[in-house]
């Protein structure tokens, strides 16, 4: 596609519930990262993937939080039992570079998780 | 471990006057540094990078920014504001690393009075 496509675009979830927050890269992106950016803060790094290999997971707040690409291409962050903590806008990057200098990353819309 | 301070959380110019939005990083490393502009309910935008070549850096929609590695900033500035120009702006820091995440500040607003 044109543009980094996040699903759905605004999440509501009971305390407890499980989600799962989708990413489309643009076709052929070689690097996947995720962000979350809590209210009135700038977004803070989760995770990244080259390909299809997680290559750092060190952001990850807690093991309630899994993230996959299992294809190399579409991304799922899954959020295990939310905690209202985890309320915050999580958002997809994907660069067509190893090394993002030279391109930088495109972000997608994010999805806006919302735990009540 | 890098770092990216945004001094203060908001700045109202009146249309037409000099855009200023302050940077400065600490990076043990020489750093990339980024400026991205949020508007609302978007994600992220790359207006400008640094990557070590020249020093002042011109972006998208007029804004420059200058690396001042004497004084570690990396200040934002357009010369003269637009209405469109309201978003939220915020800077980043890389290093050199194939993994090659971002550290973001806290971001600043900006406002356009009219």
């Known amino acids: 596609g044109a543009g980094v496509s996040q699903s759905p675009r605004y999440k509501v979830a009971k305390r407890g519930q499980d989600v799962a927050l989708r990413c489309d890269p643009i076709s052929g992106h070689v690097s996947l990262f995720w962000y979350q950016q809590a209210l009135g803060q700038g977004p803070e790094f989760l995770t990244y993937?080259?390909?299809?290999?997680?290559?750092?997971k060190s952001g990850l707040p807690s093991d309630r939080f899994f993230a996959e690409r299992p294809e190399g291409s579409v991304s799922t962050l899954k959020i295990q039992r939310t905690q209202q903590e985890d309320s915050a806008v999580y958002l997809c990057?994907?660069?067509?570079?190893?090394?993002?200098?030279?391109?930088?990353?495109?972000f997608g819309s994010g999805t806006r998780l919302t735990v009540v | 471990a890098q770092s990216v301070t945004q001094l203060g959380s908001h700045v109202s110019v009146s249309e037409g006057a000099l855009v200023l939005l302050r940077c400065n990083y600490s990076?043990?490393?020489?750093?990339?540094l980024f400026w991205y502009v949020q508007y609302p309910n978007q994600g992220l935008q790359l207006l400008l990078k640094?990557?070590?070549?020249?020093?002042l850096v011109k972006g998208i929609n007029g804004f420059e920014a200058e690396f001042k590695k004497s004084e570690t900033s990396f200040h934002l500035t357009k010369p003269s504001a637009h209405m469109s120009d309201a978003a939220e702006y915020f800077c980043?820091?890389?290093?050199?690393?194939?993994?090659?995440?971002?550290?973001f500040g806290k971001g600043i607003t900006l406002s356009v009075r009219p």
């Open positions: 640094y990557t070590s070549a020249a020093t």
């Open positions: 980043a820091v890389s290093d050199l690393g194939a993994n090659s995440k971002l550290t």
């Open positions: 990076s043990s490393v020489p750093p990339y």
């Open positions: 993937f080259q390909n299809e290999a997680q290559l750092d």
């Open positions: 990057a994907s660069s067509p570079a190893l090394q993002i200098q030279a391109y930088g990353y495109t």
